[in-house]
């Protein structure tokens, strides 16, 4: 056998252990092995049976006759290694029985030996042997691509899940109602890591449940803690990611490519030692091992690999059979894996780092991009552009530490800031005198009502960087005041800029220049505060459609600090108060729409703000239910601030104290209805019935009481005038002079004054002649 060994080595890298290490049959080998000489026959039968697939071939030589010598031997094949089985019958049997042979001759030959030897070769069954368990290979070879798979359910879920609230603007209408940041993202950190741990416990108690020997023969606190580990690290870089994508759909396509990068590394990398430890060969430069390993997969794949090549054993590349490991015990954890569980690259081991590195790794990992999760959220846009400026970390406003600037306002020093210097828009020639009187109350430096806002101005850039013709100026440069325990009405056609300036009041969109005060705190730096004294009942309904109109009630009373014990009594008197009681508990889901915008409405109003933003909060009620609205709102007023939005002429004429009409952004005409109706309507309209023969004669008495009167309609005696607004005082002389002569020269008689609407449509035609 020496003789053979030495022979063949140049040729297949065989070398004979002259020492055996086999001495005890049910020793399992700790390495792989050339040739080895064992004991007897006997020896290789129980060895075989013991230790299934872990041997090719075996030779067993015997003399027949001691003088001339008969030496004999038989060539034993493991007909139970089936995957090379055509190649051990074939090629391999001629090549070991020729190596033999030559071996034999070669000692015949040499006339020290003096050996005189036939030979003689006989066949021989290997013992059956049952196969080993392929599903333990399987787990070897493909285990960490299967397990990884498990985890990147829950990572593309998040992602969707994140995305998909950032998309339908739910997260930002929670953080209008003062929801903070970092609760948002704990509170999604704590509900995954209870589903990272269910998933990980799950994988290792079905791995238990099928016997697969990385799950048997390793500890299961290791098992539990890598696949724990794994997922709560692909939790971080799932949220990380959800910072750099705004639409749902692109999330799940993000996910799923990075899905495939970490199958290809998985199956590729990791299911084979040879290249699974490549990185520790020196063949790669080191540092890269460090920088893969930012990638929570990467990390993975390699404890898997340590943890599988040390239980469910290494592949003989030589015999293309598993040894079995030693196992993983907690231990282990501390130490690289043995190097004879390790491929040799030429002559040395890698240097692999002890297992517990990958533990680290995935730590640093979750740190690395909890980091990242947190710069980008802050620095990078949000859906209304809102984002602090990349140096945020050091400013004392962001964490919390006020600025003397910040706690309270100067009034004087925010009335010099915005007014003196800044561009004011023109005033045109024909500015409506209501519109100047409002621009001098706001820009006066001695008053300051609840809410008061000047030189207001939002530009949408089309480009990032430089402005360009495609610019829109949704509002210029707005110049308002709104009392407390008022309601001020915002009407104007879509485009007009009302969303935009309600977005700009409550923070949801930067102003381009100009601010407001609410309540002495600007809306520029100290939204923070703001948010606590505010309610907003967005233009489009911001709901969990899984949560019932009481846990709506519920989430935002908690984000709004409202004592548990005010709860119930809250909930019921809202949700009567807008007919929706008796849906308390029914999905959001299911609403209609008008039943959504009145839940929005009642929403706004929790946590007692002392100003509250209603944009468009009517849109699809039928006229009882905005009935009942409309008597929700009147009573909210007391105290407070309302900005109403609306479409809706008639919720204006009711519930608006004063009525500010909005076209193309500017400011065109506000006072209160009655007033408006006045000078902007076409007036009173007055019809007079009588008898066809007196006609001329009312018609000269009209023009002498009221000399403005406009006869629009004659016929048949029917008079119809319009009076304009400059002749109301001549309007009670002349009704009282209808009265007297009423079954006399008067048949009989009406009057009617202009709507709202005409006044709007009136306006919004005189604005569309001017120029901007
Ligand atoms: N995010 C945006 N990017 C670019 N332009 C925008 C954006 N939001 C609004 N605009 C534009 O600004 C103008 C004012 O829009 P805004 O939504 O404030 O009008 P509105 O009066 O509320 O209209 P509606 O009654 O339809 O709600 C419109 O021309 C609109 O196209």
Redesign the pocket.
């Known amino acids: 056998m020496q003789t053979f060994a030495a022979l063949n080595q140049p040729r297949v890298g065989y070398t004979l252990n002259i020492e055996s290490p086999f001495t005890d049959v049910s020793a399992a080998p700790s390495r792989v092995y050339d040739i080895v000489p064992v004991p007897n026959d006997d020896f290789i039968y129980d060895y075989t049976l013991q230790h299934p697939n872990t041997t090719t071939w075996g030779i067993s030589f015997s003399q027949t006759s001691a003088s001339p010598i008969n030496i004999q031997y038989q060539v034993w094949f493991n007909a139970t290694n089936t995957a090379n089985s055509s190649d051990i019958f074939g090629r391999d049997a001629l090549a070991i029985v020729r190596g033999i042979d030559e071996a034999i001759i070669t000692v015949l030959n040499d006339p020290t030996a003096m050996v005189k030897a036939n030979i003689g070769i006989a066949l021989k069954d290997w013992p059956l042997i049952p196969p080993g368990r392929l599903s333990d290979s399987v787990v070897q070879q493909l285990g960490s691509v299967f397990f990884f798979c498990s985890e990147m359910i829950i990572f593309i879920n998040v992602l969707n899940q994140i995305v998909t609230e950032k998309e339908l603007k739910l997260r930002h209408g929670m953080e209008v109602m003062g929801l903070r940041p970092a609760v948002y993202w704990l509170s999604h950190l704590l509900s995954n890591t209870v589903l990272v741990l269910i998933n990980a416990l799950v994988t290792c108690l079905c791995g238990l449940a099928f016997g697969f020997k990385i799950f048997r023969n390793a500890n299961f606190g290791v098992l539990l803690i890598m696949f724990f580990l794994f997922g709560e690290a692909m939790v971080m870089f799932a949220f990380f990611i959800t910072t750099l994508v705004r639409r749902a759909r692109v999330a799940v396509l993000a996910g799923i490519f990075l899905f495939i990068i970490g199958l290809l590394i998985e199956s590729f990398v990791f299911s084979s030692s040879y290249i699974g430890y490549i990185w520790w060969s020196g063949i790669i430069p080191s540092g890269v091992s460090y920088v893969l390993g930012l990638l929570p997969f990467f990390n993975f794949g390699h404890m898997f690999l340590d943890i599988s090549s040390m239980t469910t054993g290494q592949l003989d590349r030589l015999t293309n059979t598993y040894i079995p490991g030693p196992g993983f015990p907690w231990s282990a954890l501390y130490s690289a894996p043995p190097s004879d569980t390790l491929p040799f690259y030429g002559d040395n081991p890698p240097a692999v780092p002890p297992v517990i590195q990958a533990w680290y790794l995935l730590i640093m990992d979750c740190f690395v991009y909890g980091l990242l999760l947190w710069y980008c959220d802050n620095v990078i846009p949000n859906e209304y552009g809102m984002a602090f400026p990349p140096w945020f970390f050091l400013t004392p406003d962001y964490w919390g530490f006020e600025t003397s600037s910040a706690k309270s306002t100067n009034r004087n020093e925010w009335q010099t800031h915005n007014t003196s210097g800044k561009v004011m828009i023109p005033i045109e020639g024909d500015e409506d005198s209501d519109v100047l009187v409002e621009r001098d109350r706001a820009l006066d430096s001695s008053y300051f009502p609840a809410l008061k806002i000047v030189n207001l101005r939002k530009v949408?850039r089309n480009s990032a960087l430089f402005a360009s013709k495609l610019d829109?100026i949704?509002v210029r440069n707005s110049c308002l005041t709104v009392e407390q325990g008022t309601l001020l009405a915002l009407l104007?056609q879509?485009?007009?800029?009302?969303?935009?300036?309600i977005s700009m009041l409550s923070g949801l969109t930067p102003s381009t220049s100009g601010d407001a005060l609410i309540y002495d705190m600007s809306v520029r730096n100290q939204m923070q505060r703001i948010r606590k004294i505010m309610g907003i009942c967005p233009?489009h309904d911001i709901l969990f459609d899984d949560l019932t109109a009481r846990e709506h009630i519920e989430l935002y009373a908690g984000l709004k600090g409202v004592p548990k014990s005010q709860l119930k009594a809250l909930i019921d008197e809202r949700l009567y108060a807008v007919r929706l009681h008796t849906v308390a508990d029914v999905r959001a889901g299911t609403y209609s729409g008008g039943m959504k915008r009145r839940l929005s409405l009642v929403i706004s109003t929790i946590g007692d703000p002392k100003i509250i933003f209603l944009d468009?909060p009517t849109t699809g009620m039928d006229p009882v239910n905005r009935r009942h609205v409309w008597s929700f709102i009147e009573k909210l007023k007391r105290n407070r601030v309302i900005i109403l939005?609306t479409?809706s002429m008639e919720d204006a004429d009711v519930l608006g104290d004063r009525i500010a009409v909005?076209c193309k952004?500017r400011l065109r005409a506000i006072n209160n209805s009655i007033a408006l109706k006045s000078k902007f309507g076409t007036g009173y309209r007055i019809s007079v019935v009588t008898h066809q023969a007196q006609a001329d004669q009312v018609k000269s008495i009209v023009q002498r009481m009221v000399p403005g009167a406009h006869l629009d309609d004659d016929s048949a005696g029917a008079l119809i005038y319009r009076f304009p607004a400059t002749s109301m005082g001549a309007i009670p002389g002349f009704v009282k002079w209808l009265e007297q002569n009423k079954n006399g020269l008067v048949k009989s008689w009406g009057i009617s004054q202009s709507t709202l609407e005409e006044v709007f449509l009136k306006l919004i035609r005189e604005s569309s002649h001017k120029k901007q």
């Open positions: 949408y829109k949704a104007g879509n485009g007009a800029g009302k969303s935009t300036t233009q468009e939005t479409h909005m952004g």
